[in-house]
């Protein structure tokens, strides 16, 4: 098959590629389209240690299924593989399983390819109507539900009232910001220092956002979310987080440093890591797109993947405006 392979630090090739064998349990999937992360761009960076090339990235899939159960199903594809018998994933908390495995990491491959091999209890069957790109996005979009979901368990007043902050408006902060919306939330400013994102959110957006390049100081946020993840987004995070509000970090980007620890244990404000989505979530997810809940999806570009390098590249640059690219293969 033909397949974007990461082959050194910023190296992405379109090229010839051994094709996906199936285990036990598996389906087949011909690819139709797949969303660049930011998680692949850390990997494209050589900035992520369970990354190592040559390998196929790509966590964002939906397809067809052309070999195995249900064949010529149009699904959409849960990346996160569980053992179902571990601890946490007893407990329903599967995105914690000790045993977990996310394509696009050894030893699973990716789906910037023409083909993918995935478990058939990861698949979920996208309705007629639905757009298969859109379907797509349901992965980024469940991390988002997630961390609302779990935001909102340690809320003390209804999510309705709340305001919430979210720092950075790619897909992550995206897929908050729909999901916020669909758990009824009506006050939601958006922070992100990207001009051209910025403008971009403010015309795609359906959801009412508040749109602006850097957190208003005088205003007080019940809940706030880190979509992005670095010791300097930690740091607006835990000061514009109100007394006895709530933090939920969701990105990525480096491991310590830049929390108020000491304001937060004076004003009681919880701290919530949440990483990626349960089967449940990803479930819900995909019902609420499936459902029209989370808008139109005008905030997404579609390029082929044979260009994909170049939609690395462009990305890395600032020059992209989509909070998300959907590669075609
Ligand atoms: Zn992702
Ligand atoms: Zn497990």
Avoid at 122 to 133: C, F, H, L, R
Avoid at 148 to 172: E, Q
Avoid at 202 to 222: P, R
Wanted: proline content about 4%.
């Amino acid at each position: 098959m033909k397949a974007l392979v990461y082959t050194q630090e910023k190296t992405l090739v379109f090229q010839d590629y051994s094709d996906p064998k199936l285990a036990q349990g598996d389906v087949l999937i011909k690819v139709d389209s797949v969303g660049i992360c930011g998680s692949d761009m850390h990997a494209f960076l050589g900035h992520d240690s369970r990354r190592f090339p040559p390998l196929i990235l790509g966590h964002e899939a939906a397809g067809v299924i052309v070999e195995g159960i249900n064949k010529g199903t149009r699904v959409t594809v849960n990346p996160l593989v569980t053992c179902d018998v571990c601890d946490a994933c007893l407990r329903g908390r599967n995105n914690i399983c000790s045993n977990r495995q996310l394509i696009s990491m050894a030893p699973r491959e990716g789906a910037f390819a023409e083909y993918l091999a995935i478990p058939y209890k990861n698949i979920i069957a996208i309705p007629d109507n639905v757009n298969i790109s859109h379907a797509a996005l349901t992965e980024p979009v469940a991390c988002g539900w997630h961390a609302v979901k779990l935001g909102i368990t340690s809320l003390d007043i209804p999510i309705k009232k709340a305001k919430c902050l979210i720092i950075g408006g790619g897909a992550i902060g995206m897929g908050v910001a729909l999901s916020l919306n669909s758990k009824g939330a009506t006050n939601i400013t958006v922070v992100d220092n990207n001009p051209v994102r910025r403008g971009n959110l403010a015309k795609t957006s359906e959801v009412d956002l508040i749109i602006a390049d850097q957190v208003n100081q005088s205003v007080a946020y019940d809940l706030v979310f880190d979509a992005v993840g670095y010791s300097s987004t930690r740091s607006v995070a835990s000061q514009a987080c109100k007394p006895g509000g709530v933090i939920v970090h969701i990105g990525l980007g480096d491991s310590i440093e830049g929390l108020d620890v000491r304001r937060m244990t004076l004003q009681e404000i919880t701290f919530i890591g949440t990483y990626t989505y349960t089967p449940q979530d990803f479930q819900e997810t995909a019902l609420a797109i499936f459902n029209s809940e989370m808008g139109s999806f005008n905030w997404v570009e579609e390029r082929s993947l044979k260009d994909g390098h170049k939609a690395f590249t462009d990305i890395l640059s600032g020059q992209v405006a989509a909070s998300k690219i959907v590669l075609k293969p």
